[in-house]
T-cell receptor, first 114, second 112 residues
Framework: DAKTTQPPSMDCAEGRAANLPCNHSTISGNEYVYWYRQIHSQGPQYIIHGLKNNETNEMASLIITEDRKSSTLILPHATLRDTAVYYC???????????????FGKGTKLSVKP | DGGITQSPKYLFRKEGQNVTLSCEQNLNHDAMYWYRQDPGQGLRLIYYSQIVNDFQKGDIAEGYSVSREKKESFPLTVTSAQKNPTAFYLCATGQGFNYGYTFGSGTRLTVV
């Protein structure tokens, strides 16, 4: 079962920041937080991941709370092409076998509106 | 270009027939994965392989089989034992545990 909780859907106005929350209250010290997104009928696309520090790349920023029990993915200037299902996943790093596999929940369907 | 090729994009089969979905990668990644996605649902892991000639069952392996004879290839066979084979099938690769997965574009299988 997925170890994360996300709202099923969110709306965002084009050009505004989209803030997608994720709760992972049972996260362990050796688990990373990963974010993927899936545009309709395509394979998921990796966005960003982090352990405990905030991370930023060309696509998004990841803010992880100090207690690591929740995180927020920020798309700073959402466009219509950011409309997708966004998945928040926790994953054990540095181990082999099933513990290191990505387990996908149902994610958050983000709709960016003009 | 480096990437993952899944073929075909759409596949139709009659009930009771086995069908094999292709997944080829040129990313030189060690690990490969097969996921199934049903409408409105997340992805569920079918099988995974972390090295050539070795593979493990995922959460929903019943009715499926795989092989990993080459690093580049990880074909999935949907057998007649799979009760509800109609779904979107996604192949992924991974390299190292601090990196994400790379996904193919998927094969949509319809059994009639």
């Amino acid at each position: 079962d997925a170890k994360t909780t996300q709202p099923p859907s969110m709306d965002c106005a084009e050009g505004r920041a989209a803030n997608l929350p994720c709760n992972h209250s049972t996260i362990s010290g050796n688990e990373y937080v990963y974010w993927y997104r899936q545009i309709h009928s395509q394979g998921p696309q990796y966005i960003i991941h982090g352990l405990k520090n905030n991370e930023t790349n060309e696509m998004a920023s990841l803010i992880i709370t100090e207690d690591r029990k929740s995180s927020t993915l920020i798309l700073p200037h959402a466009t219509l092409r950011d409309t997708a299902v966004y998945y928040c996943i926790v994953r054990v790093a540095g181990v082999s076998g099933s513990q290191g596999n990505l387990i996908f929940g149902k994610g958050t369907k983000l709709s960016v509106k003009p | 270009d480096g990437g993952i090729t899944q073929s075909p994009k759409y596949l139709f089969r009659k009930e009771g027939q086995n069908v094999t979905l292709s997944c080829e990668q040129n990313l030189n990644h060690d690990a490969m994965y097969w996921y199934r996605q049903d409408p409105g649902q997340g992805l569920r892991l079918i099988y995974y392989s972390q090295i050539v000639n070795d593979f493990q069952k995922g959460d929903i392996a019943e009715g499926y089989s795989v092989s990993r004879e080459k690093k580049e290839s990880f074909p999935l066979t949907v057998t007649s034992a799979q009760k509800n084979p109609t779904a979107f099938y996604l192949c992924a690769t991974g390299q190292g545990f601090n990196y994400g997965y790379t996904f193919g574009s998927g094969t949509r299988l319809t059994v009639v």
